[in-house]
């Protein structure tokens, strides 16, 4: 793990803890508690900038394709966060290795063309699900993302 990683993830948490105190005001408030996640997950987006998150998984069209895909969260950075600040207000002294294990779980990316990216983020717009449900839906194969799920205790 490279220690610039590290060192991004260890102030992350560091600032996610110190919002716990604002979490747990706003998790029982709908409006209050959408505006919360929306407005901190822009670390997550710093974080997942690493090869660290990057599954190395790509659609088939990437494949087929041989060109450069663009990276996409098969789970959307505001729902990640609550799952993040789940774990986060159960535990919080959680360390570093655990913090950077929930990272690698709900922040990792996969590679699609950026057609599909633009499908996915169109669509998920509009409905209440995790991208990686909609690749399904799209036609989009990312093989091995199966597995990941499965890995990570992820539902699909």
């Known amino acids: 793990?490279?220690?610039n990683f590290?060192?991004?993830?260890e102030e992350t948490l560091k600032d996610f803890k110190c919002l716990l105190s604002r979490y747990r005001e706003v998790k029982n408030d709908v409006n209050l508690y959408k505006m919360f996640m929306s407005r901190n997950r822009n670390p997550l987006w710093d974080l997942s900038n690493s090869?660290?998150?990057r599954t190395g998984l790509k659609s088939k069209r990437v494949i087929e394709s041989n060109v450069k895909g663009v990276d996409d969260h098969f789970i959307q950075r505001s729902k990640a966060m609550k799952n993040i600040?789940?774990?986060l207000n159960n535990n919080p002294d959680m360390s570093l290795d655990s913090f950077i294990g929930l990272?690698?779980?709900y922040s990792s990316t996969v590679e699609l063309t950026k057609e599909e990216h633009g499908r996915v983020t169109g669509l998920s717009r509009t409905r209440d699900?995790?991208?990686?449900?909609?690749y399904t839906e799209l036609g989009i194969e990312v093989d091995g993302l199966d597995?990941?799920?499965?890995e990570n205790n992820i539902p699909f």
């Open 1 to 3: 793990m490279k220690e």
């Open 6 to 9: 590290k060192l991004k993830c």
């Open 51 to 53: 090869s660290e998150l």
């Open 85 to 87: 600040f789940f774990e």
């Open 103 to 105: 990272l690698r779980k």
């Open 129 to 134: 699900v995790l991208n990686y449900q909609l």
């Open 147 to 150: 597995k990941l799920l499965i």
